[in-house]
């Protein structure tokens, strides 16, 4: 089985920062919120909801820890 990553969930320390941030900064909100789609990908891949390939899974699963690193960064440079 496999488990959304929910940005408010893993950074609770940062809950409503996270908020006020995509509220507050469309740049910010679209890094989330294509972190967001990134991780729905993931898991209905690895739910066997659609055909995929190692290489593709991985190359998703990197670009969502990029785009989380850059999301903790903005979140702890402001």
Known sequence: MTAEHNL???????????TERRKSDPGFDGL???????DKQIVDLE???QPFDDET????????VL???KIVQQLTAA
Not at 8 to 18: H, I, K, T, V
Not at 32 to 38: A, H, M, N, S, T
Not at 57 to 64: D, K, Q, Y
């Open 8 to 18: 408010r969930e893993e950074f609770r320390e940062y809950g409503d920062a996270l």
């Open 57 to 64: 899974l991985g190359r998703l699963r990197r670009e969502r």
């Open 47 to 49: 739910s066997g909801d």
């Open 67 to 69: 785009l989380k690193d």
């Open 32 to 38: 989330v919120g294509r972190y967001q789609e990134l």
